[in-house]
């Protein structure tokens, strides 16, 4: 029987014995009448050998592990466990921070404890500036700014009907994010903050970077708004202003 | 695919299939025992390729029971545990490794004013001949893509679980493992290693 020459898959599939049932014989039929494949097989085996020898140079030794270990892991005694831990962790770090000398941390408490509690005195005596907050910072009840990496996501987790996002692009380094007139959970990540359990229709304000390689806004897995080096991409209009309104109740954009 | 947010929207959609509902005392043996079996098949497995990938054995160690953590929390086997596994491990080291270089940002302008010590040795200056590190230096010249290909075929995956957890065509698995291999020797060779 003739059968055209193995090709690149049918070599790796034919070592890893991943060869379909159907084409098996008819492969192996050839093998044993073609020099050339047989050949070529067998110098994929001893390549692969040699990559699975050299391999075995990064190895080190595995850990005694037993199952019930693991688990154990999944115990909510173990989860609480691990969240007082972090929680004494954080606190300690919060305390190194705060009293180290140099670093701003003390500053930037010292200020939250002064907006919050309305200390507004300083201890020379002299009345301190105001401090010029945004128009609607006065019903700001949550909000968090972070510096977006190369690609950062806003997500939503769900449609919020009746509640309204309002992006304006800014000189400044920082993502912002306020919600203002109800509530809602942030959750931050490593390039991502996630807001769900949005309540009492709330406004969210966000401060879209301009120098911000990518910043896109998702809501419930689709994507409302992207911001790149090549421009906005939306279909909410920007206003006078130059701020987009978007709708967070029924998604506009794409995939 | 981003290395952030919820573990389940990590996972490639191949293999972050339906849950079936575990109820009833039988469902929830049986899930246990498919666990424990799982786990003395493939926690040694998982654990070389995330050691062989990261370097770190305790790493390793750690991620790999992560994972096995995660399918544990899950409550039910996905369609295929393997590579969903594999899936959630990358994720995890993806994590790790994103969190580890926000940290070295952050760090770099506090520990470049107080740390004086001496500069690392040049490239000239490293000792040849160390075979673990003439792989290891031979396998960062691969494209991650190629690295997790042959770590993957060292340890006997299928190409099914293959392809379902670094999202591939499964019928071209092969042509890209055997590219990957072909890459691993001319980077071994370049870093002066002798193929035999």
Redesign the interface.
């Known amino acids: 029987m003739s059968v055209r020459h193995l090709d690149e898959e049918q070599v790796q599939r034919l070592l890893h014995g991943e060869m379909a049932p159907s084409v098996s014989a008819s492969v192996r039929d050839h093998i044993d009448v073609c020099d050339e494949c047989r050949s070529r097989v067998d110098e994929s085996a001893r390549e692969e050998t040699t990559v699975r020898a050299l391999m075995e140079n990064l190895d080190h030794t595995p850990p005694l592990v037993d199952v019930r270990t693991v688990k154990r892991r999944t115990q909510p005694a173990f989860a609480l466990g691990r969240w007082a831990a972090g929680v004494l962790l954080l606190l300690a770090i919060g305390g190194v921070a705060y009293a180290a000398p140099g670093l701003p941390f003390r500053a930037v408490v010292e200020r939250l404890i002064t907006r919050v509690g309305g200390r507004d005195t300083p201890r020379d005596g002299q009345a301190r500036p105001e401090i010029a907050l945004p128009p609607s910072s006065r019903d700001v009840v949550q909000g968090l700014a972070v510096l977006p990496g190369d690609r950062f996501r806003i997500v939503f987790s769900s449609p919020e009907p009746g509640a309204i996002a309002t992006l304006s692009l800014t000189d400044g380094p920082q993502v912002a994010i306020r919600a203002v007139g109800g509530r809602a959970t942030f959750t931050s990540d490593v390039d991502r903050v996630t807001i769900g359990d949005v309540t009492g229709g709330s406004r969210f304000e966000i401060d879209v970077p301009r120098g911000a390689p990518r910043v896109e806004i998702w809501i419930a897995g689709r994507r409302v708004f992207s911001k790149s080096a090549s421009g906005v991409v939306t279909e909410g209009q920007p206003d006078a202003g130059g701020a987009y309104r978007l709708p967070l109740s029924s998604p506009l954009g794409r995939e | 695919m981003?290395?952030?947010?919820s573990l389940d929207e990590q996972v490639p959609e191949a293999v972050s299939e339906h849950r079936p509902a575990m109820s009833g005392e039988k469902s929830a043996t049986s899930f246990d025992d498919h666990?424990?079996a799982l786990?003395?098949a493939r926690?040694?497995s998982l654990?070389?390729f995330l050691?062989?990938l990261s370097?770190e054995?305790e790493l390793?160690?750690d991620l790999?029971?992560d994972a096995?953590?995660r399918l544990?929390?899950r409550g039910s086997l996905p369609d295929k545990p393997d590579a969903w596994l594999i899936a959630v491990a990358m994720n995890l080291f993806r994590?790790v490794k994103?969190?580890r270089a926000?940290r070295r940002r952050l760090l770099t302008v506090w520990r470049a004013a107080f740390v004086v010590a001496d500069p690392p040795p040049l490239p000239s200056d490293r000792v040849e001949g160390d075979?673990?590190e003439r792989?290891?230096r031979?396998?960062a010249r691969l494209s991650e893509r190629d690295r997790q290909l042959?770590?993957l075929?060292?340890e006997d995956y299928?190409?099914r679980d293959i392809a379902a957890a670094l999202e591939l065509n499964e019928?071209?698995?092969?042509?890209l493992?055997?590219r990957a291999?072909r890459a691993?020797?001319a980077a071994?060779s370049a870093e002066g290693?002798t193929?035999?």
Do not use: C
């Open positions: 981003s290395a952030i947010g666990f424990i786990f003395h926690f040694r654990f070389r050691d062989r370097g054995a390793a160690a790999a029971q096995f953590v544990h929390e994590n994103s969190t926000r075979a673990p792989v290891r031979s396998m042959l770590l075929m060292a299928r190409y019928a071209s698995v092969g042509t493992l055997a291999k691993f020797r071994y290693g193929w035999e």
